[in-house]
């Protein structure tokens, strides 16, 4: 077994970097399937308030109407 980063053979650079690719395989398809599968939470709908008539739940459109 190597103790150290600086005297590790291949074998054990081999082990590291298969270790770390199935890692990041395992998060990325972790994250994908949970965006696909549970939509809803990602769904940001854009909120427009047009300006060219008063809206009735704003407090201000009284003033800005003077």
């Known amino acids: 077994m190597n103790h150290s980063i600086y005297t590790a053979d291949k ?3 081999l082990k590291v970097v298969v270790t ?3 890692t990041g395989i395992a998060i990325m398809t972790t994250a994908l399937t949970v965006h696909l599968t549970h939509s809803e ?5 854009p909120r427009t308030i ?17």
């Open 11 to 13: 074998a054990t650079h």
């Open 20 to 22: 770390g690719l199935a």
């Open 41 to 45: 939470f990602n769904a940001q709908t």
């Open 50 to 66: 047009a300006i060219d008539r008063p809206h009735p739940g704003h407090g201000l459109t009284k003033v800005a109407q003077r």
